[in-house]
C-alpha cells in the first residue's frame, strides 16, 4: 500500500517510543510516558481491532493472592518473592484506580472469597493454621488488618452446595473490565498517544540509534525505542523470553433472578474464579484439565473445560438454579517457569513488559510505570 505524506508525517514519522500491545501494560506505559514527557511521539501498535490478548477479556478480579494461592506459592518462593509480588498486585490496583478512577472502571469493594469443599479439608486446616501468619505480612505491605477472615456464616447467603467453608479477603473487589479498558483508551488518547489498529509487527530490529519494525501491508517503521507489551504473544518476536502463552476459558450466564452472590470467588486453589457481574455470573478457568492444550496462542474453546464449568456451576456455585449460558470465550495470557514479571532491557532501544500471569490487572499498571520509567532513564 502507498501510504500518503499526510499518513506518513502525522501517524508514522518520528516516532521516539513504539509500543507494540494495546494491552493494560502497553497502555499504562504509553500513560506515564506521555504525561511525564508531553512531546514525546508515542506510538502503540495493536494487531487487533480491539486489544486482543488478555486485557479485554478477564475476570476483571482487583485481587492480591488467595490463602491457598499464597500459601502454594511460598513452597516454592521464598518469603521475599511472594510478598514482593503481593505488594506489586497492591500497588497496582491502587495506581490504576488512582489515574482512572473508581467509577470510571467499576470497582466495587466487594470481598474476595476463597471457596472450600468436603475434599479440601486439608488444604483449608493448612490455610487456617496459617491465617495470622499471612495477616501479618499483609499488614505490614498495605497497611490492612486481618484481611483473611474465616466467613463460614455467609455459605448459606450464597446459595453454594457442597461448600464447607469461606475464607473473606475484605480488601478485595471487582473492576468492571470493559470499563477500564475503556476509560484507559480514552485517557491515553486524550494525553495525544497514537494508537493504530490493524498493525501486526512481524519483525523488530535494533541498531545503535533506533529500531525498525516490519509490519503487515508492508509497513515499515521506526522509532527511537520500543517497548514490546506482548505478554502471552511475546515469543513471537523474542523468542530468548521465557514467556509460554496459557489460554484461559471463560463462560457468562444469563442474568439469574434473585441472585444471591457477590464479589470475585476462587476454587480450587484459583484454578476456577467466579464472580457476579450484576445478576449474571461470569465463571472461568479449567486450565490444569489440560495444560498442554491450554499452552496456545490460538483463542478458543475445549468441551472439555467448558463441561467442567457447567459441572461446577451446577453442583457448587448455584446447585438447583436453572441457568442458560449466554457467551462464551477465551483470552490468552502470558506465564512463565517463575511467577514474575519480566521487564527488561532485551537489546539496545529495545525493552519488554511481559509476563503477567493472571494477575495483569493489579500488576499491568505498576508494570506500565516502571517499563516507562526504564525508558525514560535513557531517552
Ligand atoms: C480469562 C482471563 C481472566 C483473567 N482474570 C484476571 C483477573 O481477574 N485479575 C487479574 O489481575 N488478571 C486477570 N487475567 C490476567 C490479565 O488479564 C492479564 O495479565 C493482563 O490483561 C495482561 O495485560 P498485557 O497488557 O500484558 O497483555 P494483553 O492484554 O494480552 O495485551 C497484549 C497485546 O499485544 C498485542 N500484540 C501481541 N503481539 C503483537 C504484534 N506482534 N503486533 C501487534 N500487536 C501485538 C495483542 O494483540 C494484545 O492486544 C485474566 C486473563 C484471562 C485471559
Same mark, same amino acid.
Given at each position: 500500500?502507498?501510504?500518503?505524506?499526510?499518513?506518513?508525517?502525522?501517524?508514522?514519522?518520528?516516532?521516539?517510543?513504539?509500543?507494540? =500491545?494495546? =494491552?493494560?501494560?502497553?497502555?499504562?506505559?504509553?500513560?506515564?510516558?506521555?504525561? #511525564?514527557?508531553?512531546?514525546?511521539? /508515542? /506510538?502503540?501498535?495493536?494487531?487487533?481491532?480491539?486489544?486482543?490478548?488478555?486485557?479485554?477479556?478477564?475476570?476483571?478480579?482487583?485481587?492480591?493472592?488467595?490463602?491457598?494461592?499464597?500459601?502454594?506459592?511460598?513452597?516454592?518462593?521464598?518469603?521475599?518473592?511472594?510478598?514482593?509480588?503481593?505488594?506489586?498486585?497492591?500497588?497496582?490496583?491502587?495506581?490504576?484506580?488512582?489515574?482512572? &478512577?473508581?467509577?470510571?472502571?467499576?470497582?466495587?469493594?466487594?470481598?474476595?472469597? *476463597?471457596?472450600?469443599?468436603?475434599? %479440601? %479439608?486439608?488444604?483449608?486446616? *493448612?490455610?487456617?493454621?496459617?491465617?495470622?501468619?499471612?495477616?501479618?505480612?499483609?499488614?505490614?505491605?498495605?497497611?490492612?488488618?486481618?484481611?483473611?477472615?474465616?466467613?463460614? *456464616?455467609?455459605?448459606?447467603?450464597? &446459595?453454594?452446595?457442597?461448600?464447607?467453608?469461606?475464607?473473606?479477603?475484605?480488601?478485595?473487589?471487582?473492576?468492571?473490565?470493559?470499563?477500564?479498558?475503556?476509560?484507559?483508551? $480514552?485517557?491515553?488518547?486524550?494525553?495525544?498517544?497514537?494508537?493504530?489498529? =490493524?498493525?501486526? !509487527? $512481524? %519483525?523488530?530490529?535494533? @541498531?545503535?540509534?533506533? !529500531?525498525?519494525?516490519?509490519?503487515?501491508?508492508?509497513? *515499515?517503521?521506526?522509532?527511537?525505542?520500543?517497548?514490546?507489551? @506482548?505478554? &502471552?504473544?511475546?515469543?513471537?518476536?523474542?523468542?530468548?523470553? %521465557?514467556?509460554?502463552?496459557?489460554?484461559?476459558?471463560?463462560?457468562?450466564?444469563?442474568?439469574?433472578?434473585?441472585?444471591?452472590?457477590? =464479589?470475585?470467588?476462587?476454587?480450587?486453589?484459583?484454578?476456577?474464579?467466579?464472580?457476579?457481574?450484576?445478576?449474571?455470573?461470569?465463571?472461568?478457568?479449567?486450565? #490444569?484439565?489440560?495444560? #498442554?492444550?491450554?499452552?496456545?496462542?490460538?483463542?478458543?474453546? @475445549?468441551?472439555?473445560?467448558?463441561? $467442567?464449568?457447567?459441572?461446577?456451576?451446577?453442583?457448587?456455585?448455584?446447585?438447583?438454579?436453572?441457568?442458560?449460558?449466554?457467551?462464551?470465550?477465551?483470552?490468552?495470557?502470558?506465564?512463565?517457569?517463575?511467577?514474575?514479571?519480566?521487564?527488561?532491557?532485551?537489546?539496545?532501544?529495545?525493552?519488554?513488559?511481559?509476563?503477567?500471569?493472571?494477575? &495483569?490487572?493489579?500488576?499491568?499498571?505498576?508494570?506500565?510505570?516502571?517499563?516507562?520509567?526504564?525508558?525514560?532513564?535513557?531517552?
Amino acid at each position: 500500500m502507498n501510504f500518503s505524506f499526510w499518513e506518513n508525517e502525522t501517524f508514522f514519522n518520528n516516532i521516539d517510543v513504539c509500543i507494540i =500491545g494495546s =494491552g493494560i501494560v502497553g497502555l499504562s506505559a504509553a500513560y506515564y510516558l506521555k504525561n #511525564n514527557n508531553p512531546k514525546l511521539k /508515542v /506510538v502503540i501498535l495493536e494487531r487487533g481491532m480491539l486489544p486482543s490478548g488478555a486485557s479485554t477479556k478477564n475476570a476483571g478480579f482487583a485481587c492480591f493472592g488467595s490463602p491457598s494461592e499464597l500459601l502454594d506459592d511460598l513452597k516454592i518462593n521464598s518469603e521475599e518473592k511472594v510478598f514482593s509480588l503481593l505488594s506489586k498486585r497492591f500497588q497496582g490496583l491502587k495506581l490504576l484506580r488512582e489515574n482512572i &478512577g473508581d467509577s470510571n472502571i467499576g470497582f466495587i469493594q466487594t470481598g474476595g472469597f *476463597e471457596i472450600f469443599g468436603k475434599e %479440601d %479439608d486439608v488444604l483449608y486446616e *493448612e490455610c487456617v493454621e496459617k491465617l495470622d501468619y499471612l495477616n501479618e505480612q499483609i499488614f505490614k505491605i498495605t497497611g490492612i488488618k486481618n484481611c483473611f477472615r474465616n466467613a463460614d *456464616e455467609k455459605i448459606d447467603s450464597f &446459595g453454594f452446595g457442597n461448600v464447607e467453608h469461606i475464607i473473606e479477603s475484605i480488601a478485595e473487589g471487582q473492576v468492571n473490565t470493559g470499563e477500564m479498558m475503556a476509560a484507559l483508551l $480514552r485517557k491515553v488518547q486524550s494525553l495525544g498517544v497514537i494508537i493504530l489498529n =490493524g498493525i501486526d !509487527v $512481524r %519483525d523488530i530490529k535494533a @541498531t545503535t540509534s533506533e !529500531v525498525v519494525l516490519s509490519c503487515n501491508n508492508n509497513l *515499515e517503521l521506526k522509532s527511537k525505542k520500543l517497548l514490546a507489551a @506482548t505478554n &502471552g504473544f511475546a515469543k513471537q518476536l523474542m523468542p530468548e523470553l %521465557d514467556v509460554k502463552p496459557a489460554r484461559a476459558q471463560v463462560l457468562i450466564t444469563e442474568p439469574i433472578i434473585d441472585l444471591k452472590l457477590k =464479589g470475585v470467588f476462587h476454587y480450587d486453589k484459583g484454578y476456577y474464579y467466579f464472580r457476579n457481574v450484576g445478576n449474571r455470573i461470569l465463571f472461568g478457568g479449567g486450565r #490444569n484439565l489440560d495444560f #498442554n492444550k491450554e499452552e496456545t496462542t490460538a483463542f478458543g474453546l @475445549t468441551e472439555k473445560v467448558q463441561q $467442567r464449568l457447567e459441572e461446577i456451576l451446577r453442583t457448587i456455585i448455584i446447585p438447583g438454579t436453572p441457568f442458560k449460558i449466554e457467551q462464551r470465550w477465551s483470552g490468552i495470557m502470558g506465564v512463565g517457569a517463575e511467577k514474575s514479571t519480566i521487564l527488561k532491557q532485551v537489546s539496545s532501544n529495545i525493552y519488554c513488559a511481559v509476563r503477567m500471569g493472571g494477575m &495483569g490487572v493489579a500488576l499491568g499498571t505498576l508494570s506500565g510505570k516502571k517499563a516507562s520509567e526504564m525508558i525514560v532513564m535513557k531517552t
